[in-house]
Structures are given as structure tokens and as C-alpha cells.
């Protein structure tokens, strides 16, 4: 009862003040119209769902201290290796398809509405059956929603019913099958598992997969009279298909037909020349028809135009031919004021910056053309310019300052969207930081490392082992424990080359204690030696396992005996005297001379002897181990006759 006359109160005071908003609006107007002014209502301006979250975004900017936002923000749930970002990604789309199965196995579950009005993605799909009631406007729905297997289903139940479908309707549903070849695609919430399917689509690109008699030809057919649409979706479909003979002889038919074909239709042909002749010269000479076709026609090529042509070029294997063909189509299509987008400056660099050809700067051009410019997506190639363009920087042309510029206009506006997928972002960094590691002082490539790894990326075991040479090269021994730990996290610890080097530097770097920053550093290496040691016991046993060698095995020696290690030194020597026959390889006479020092420091003759034992039974020079042993201990005689039954009277002797 109270609680609907606080609602009748609420609505007396709103229309209250509803028809004081009207009166006051009308008396602006009337004094508007007396003082004969114009009143101008400005035009809508179409909002989308997400414009205040860009918004909001907007006043913050990009956080790189922050995990992305896929992520849940939780230091257990952020993934710290790049295998662990594909895998909690899928699994969270992995949540979401296995929700949308039981929503569709339990629509019963699912058939009240909450919100007002409904919302469609929340309802379950409608399931056809042989009994369904359909019409054209069931179909229509259908092909509207891109759900290409109900479509289809519908269609052939609608022809076993008799029931007339319309041409516009046969029409729609062609270009539909055409654009998906009758596969069921993808729901656009599935980000992450659409790019792991792109990449590997990329391998299999040229392999033809459509589908030859299904009923894209069939209801091809039926069409009567063909129209522009007809044969556009034919013709495009086939070339995006790769069946590539059908579709230019579907081509060429609606042109003897005299049916205007469009410029996206002549640029699927463009497109797929490089499968229609074999040489640079046939495969050119066929573009230049094409495009006089157009210009009889008196259609205007495009954008889509210009890169399908730079898209043939880029598989010419005279790159002089090519590039000399690349800049008579870039010059055309400035004088048709066809502006380029990243993807025709993508192919640029494909065609002049190849791997057995000249240097080229041509990238130099591309960057004072477009710095400071922001884009947006016109092409499906834009998203394969920056990371194309880092590739040239690092293994074309070398150069640190170009890297730099092209991470510059990467952070211009919202150019970061067309980075690509997770992949191209991590093959761009990978490139990135790979150049910067080689080019730049250690000190000054940590504060990009800093900045970015590891929630923007995280560095693979070639990039890491650059970076392990810079130190190396730089005698920045200090950073080597946090990279170590850097390593265990991202899971680099299966790299046998990665722990050679990292132990031959901390071995050949031997630490200044007098300096403040490498007080610590002996006991430091040989908390790393140690914990190396013991990740490779963790996996004997395993599918994948590393194994001993007897340099590394010895490195790990010397660095626990550097760091005042004495026991963990013993216990690794016992392991290396118990399974010499396992460990191919020997340690290196300086790792057992360091050991049996150490054995003379905490006064372990039995060990030092056990040591010089090793070493005679390795054919190694046991004559000055010998002498250290007899000058550093006061030896009794069961030791005095063990050495000398070792290695005899010779040590004796100066």
C-alpha cells in the first residue's frame, strides 16, 4: 500500500514537472519568434553501445603496467607467458560457447524475459524441424542473422513445400552462401578463437575450398534473368575460394552477356591473377586487360583496385619488374585521388624490401608521408602494416631510429587498433625488441623492458637470448638474477641454450666484490646455479626433459663454490662422480681446481682426494690438483698413500 502511493506521488511530481519543462519551452519560443530569431535544432548524432566506455577510456589513457582487460584482474588469473595468454583467453570464450550449449540444450530454462525490451542474443536459437511453419519472411530473418545452416535448412524445406521463394530472397541468400561457402560462421563474440583460426588459415591460403556444385551453383541457376548481383556474388565468391579458372570464366561470360559487373568484382579478379597466369610478365599483362575492361566500362577503380594489383605484384619474382610496375600503379592512382591506406603501404614493403634484393629506404617515404596521421581500417591488409614495417627495421634495413618512428605513429591516436591480432602484437615486439637489444646500451633497452613486459609482451627464448647477449657484451652481470627470474616465469626453462648461456656468463663474469652493486652477486649466482640444478632433477623422468653435460654441470659447480656453498657444491660433485657414465662430458679442470679450494677452505680432505680420484679416472691433468691437495691439507697417511697411488711421486717435484 505505501509503496503504490510513493509511486502515484512520484508520478504527480514528474508530470509536474514535465508540463513546467513544456511552458517553459514555450515561452524561449515565443520570445525566440518576437525577437524574430531562428531556432536550429542540431542533427543527431548516432551513439553506439560502447561510445561512453571509448569515452571514459579516453580520459585515461593506455595503462601498460596493466594486465589487458580480457584478463581478469587477479595476480592469479594474469598470465605471465605467452601460452598461458592463448590458453586462459580461449578457455574464457571456451566459458562462454560451453553457456550458449546449455542454453540451447535447456531452452526451456531460458524462455522468461527479464529485460524491456527483449534482448534477441539472450533467447535461444529457433530450431527447424521438417514440421516447422516457414515462409520468406522466416528466411529473410535468417539470412539477416548470417545463420547459414538454418538458412539453407529453410530454403530446401521451403522448395519440398512447394512454398515460392522470391528471387530478392534467392538473391540475398546467394550472397550469403557465397560469402561463407555454406559454412556455418563464426559468432563475432569469439574473438580470440577467430584469430587462432585465421593464422592457421594463412598456411592453407591458396589451397582451393570451394565447394564445386553445392547450392551457391544451384541456386546460381535458378536465377532468372542473372543480374549484376548474380554473377558479382558468383564470381566473388569463387575468387575468395580460390576457384580461381571458374571464377574468371564466370567473368568473362558476364561480360560477353554485357552485364555491368562492379569494382569489387573486378578486383576479386585482380586478385587471384597470380593463380590465372604463371610469369611476372603473363600475370601483369592480364591486369592491364582487366583494367582497360574497366575503363570501357567506365567504372571507377578504388582502393580495393590499387592494392589488389599491389597484391599480384608483391609475387613477382623480378623485383625489379615489380618495383618498377608498383610505382606506375601508385602514380595512377594519385591522379584518380585514390588515397592509400597501411595496407597498400603493407604491399610496398613486401615488393621493394624482399630478402635476396637491394636495400631499400622506400620505408623512409612511407613514414614522412604518413607521421602524425591517425587511421582507421579500410583495407584487411592495414593490420599487417606495422608489423611488416618493424620486420624491415630489424632484418631489412637495421636501423634504430626508423623502429623508433614506427612506434611512434603505432601510439598516434588510435592507430594501436590496427596492430592486429594477439599474434601480430607479439611478432611486432618480438621485432622490436630483438633490434633495440643489439642497438641499443643494456641500460636504456631495461626501460622499454620495464614499460612493457610482461602485460604488453613477453619476450620468446630467441628474443631473450639477445637480450642475454647484450648483457653479456655489456658486463651488466647485476640483471642477471631478474632475468633468471623472468625466465621461470614465462616458462623458458625447457631452453638448454638459454641455460648454457646464462651460466656461461655468470661464470665468466666473475663478480667485484669492491663494487656496491655486486656485493651480493656471488651468493646471488649461486642461488640461480642452484635453482637451475635442481629444475633439471625436476625433470628426469619427463617426455621433455634436459639433460646434464658435463660443461654445465660444472659451471653450476664453480658458482655454488664462488657463493660460499660448500654443502650444495659436495652434493652436486657427488652427483657428477656417482653418474659420470650418464653425463656426457667432463667439467672443466678450472670448475675442479675452484671445488677442491673450497674443500681446502672448510677442511674436507676426503673430498678434495675424492675429487683428484675423478680426475685421474678422466684422463684429465691431475699433477697440479695433487700439489694443491698435499700443500693445502696436513694429510695423514691412508691420504698421502691415496694420492700417491693415484697419481705417484710426481707431484712431489717442484
Not at 74 to 86: A, C, E, G, Q, T
Not at 112 to 135: C, L
Request: glycine residues 2%.
Amino acid at each position: 500500500m505505501f509503496l503504490s502511493r510513493r509511486f502515484q506521488f512520484i508520478n504527480k511530481l514528474t508530470k509536474n514537472r514535465y508540463i513546467n519543462s513544456i511552458s517553459h519551452v514555450s515561452m524561449q519560443k515565443t520570445d525566440a519568434t518576437a525577437n524574430n530569431e531562428e531556432i536550429e535544432v542540431p542533427n543527431r548524432i548516432h551513439r553506439s553501445s560502447t561510445d561512453i566506455l571509448y569515452a571514459l577510456a579516453s580520459t585515461v589513457g593506455r595503462d601498460p603496467t596493466a594486465p589487458h582487460y580480457k584478463y581478469h584482474d587477479d595476480p592469479f588469473l594474469i598470465p605471465v607467458s605467452n601460452m598461458s595468454k592463448r590458453t586462459y583467453a580461449m578457455a574464457q570464450e571456451s566459458g562462454r560457447k560451453a553457456a550458449k550449449w546449455i542454453r540451447e540444450q535447456h531452452r526451456e530454462l531460458f524462455l522468461h524475459q527479464e529485460a524491456q525490451p527483449a534482448i534477441e542474443e539472450f533467447v535461444p536459437k529457433m530450431v527447424f524441424n521438417e514440421e516447422s511453419v516457414v515462409d520468406n519472411t522466416t528466411l529473410n530473418d535468417l539470412i539477416l542473422r548470417s545463420q547459414v545452416t538454418d538458412a539453407v535448412f529453410v530454403y530446401n524445406l521451403m522448395k519440398e513445400k512447394n512454398i515460392e521463394v522470391t528471387t530478392e530472397l534467392k538473391q540475398s541468400l546467394l550472397e550469403l552462401i557465397c560469402f561463407y561457402n555454406n559454412v556455418e560462421p563464426l559468432p563475432e563474440e569469439f574473438i580470440e578463437e577467430r584469430w587462432f583460426k585465421q593464422n592457421n588459415e594463412t598456411r592453407d591460403r591458396s589451397r582451393k575450398t570451394w565447394k564445386d556444385g553445392d547450392l551457391a551453383e544451384q541456386i546460381f541457376n535458378e536465377i532468372e534473368p542473372k543480374t549484376t548481383s548474380t554473377y558479382a556474388a558468383i564470381i566473388r565468391g569463387m575468387a575468395k575460394y580460390y576457384q580461381v579458372e571458374r571464377a574468371y570464366a564466370m567473368f568473362e561470360q558476364a561480360l560477353e552477356k554485357q552485364i555491368d559487373l562492379d569494382t569489387t568484382t573486378f578486383n576479386a579478379i585482380l586478385g587471384v591473377t597470380n593463380f590465372l597466369k604463371e610469369t611476372a610478365d603473363q600475370r601483369w599483362e592480364l591486369c592491364r586487360q582487366v583494367l582497360q575492361q574497366m575503363a570501357t566500362l567506365q567504372i571507377k577503380p578504388n582502393l580495393g583496385t590499387m592494392n589488389s594489383l599491389l597484391e599480384c605484384l608483391t609475387t613477382f619474382g623480378n623485383y625489379k619488374f615489380a618495383r618498377s610496375c608498383a610505382l606506375q600503379v601508385l602514380a595512377e592512382f594519385k591522379l584518380l585521388n585514390v588515397r592509400p591506406s597501411l595496407g597498400t603501404y603493407y604491399y610496398i614493403l613486401t615488393i621493394f624490401c624482399r630478402d635476396r634484393s637491394p636495400v631499400s629506404h622506400v620505408i623512409v617515404d612511407i613514414l614522412n608521408e604518413i607521421q602524425d596521421k591517425e587511421f582507421s581500417i579500410e583495407h584487411h591488409k592495414d593490420t599487417y602494416f606495422f608489423v611488416t614495417a618493424m620486420d624491415v627495421c630489424r632484418n631489412h634495413l637495421h636501423d634504430k631510429s626508423i623502429a623508433r618512428k614506427v612506434d611512434a605513429l603505432l601510439h598516434t591516436g588510435n592507430n594501436y587498433n590496427l596492430i592486429g591480432d594477439s599474434f601480430k602484437e607479439s611478432v611486432y615486439y618480438r621485432h622490436y625488441f630483438a633490434l633495440l637489444c643489439q642497438t641499443e646500451p643494456v641500460e636504456e633497452f631495461m626501460q622499454t623492458y620495464d614499460k612493457l613486459v610482461p602485460n604488453i609482451y613477453i619476450p620468446e627464448p630467441g628474443v631473450m637470448e639477445e637480450l642475454l647477449k647484450a648483457v653479456e657484451l655489456n658486463a651488466a652481470i647485476e640483471l642477471v638474477p631478474r632475468l633468471w627470474s623472468d625466465m621461470i616465469i614465462f616458462d623458458h626453462l625447457g631452453r638448454e641454450s638459454l641455460i648454457n648461456r646464462i651460466l656461461n656468463i655468470m661464470v665468466s663474469n666473475k663478480p667485484d666484490i669492491s663494487i656496491p652493486i655486486q656485493e651480493q652477486l656471488p651468493q646471488q649466482f649461486a642461488k640461480v646455479a642452484l635453482d637451475i640444478y635442481n629444475k633439471i632433477q625436476e625433470t628426469q623422468g619427463r617426455a621433455k626433459k634436459i639433460s646434464f653435460t658435463g660443461q654445465m654441470i660444472g659451471d653450476i659447480l664453480t658458482l655454488t663454490v664462488r657463493g660460499d656453498d660448500f654443502e650444495s657444491a659436495s652434493q652436486i660433485f657427488t652427483n657428477i662422480d656417482k653418474n659420470q657414465h650418464r653425463i656426457p662430458g667432463t667439467p672443466s679442470e678450472t670448475s675442479l681446481l675452484e671445488f677442491v679450494n673450497s674443500c681446502i677452505t672448510h677442511k674436507s680432505p676426503s673430498q678434495a682426494i675424492v675429487c683428484l680420484q675423478y680426475t685421474v679416472e678422466n684422463n684429465m691433468n691431475a699433477v697440479a690438483m695433487a700439489k694443491q691437495i698435499h700443500n693445502g691439507f696436513t694429510l695423514n697417511e691412508v691420504h698421502l698413500s691415496k694420492i700417491k697411488s693415484l697419481v705417484g711421486d710426481s707431484y712431489l717435484s717442484d
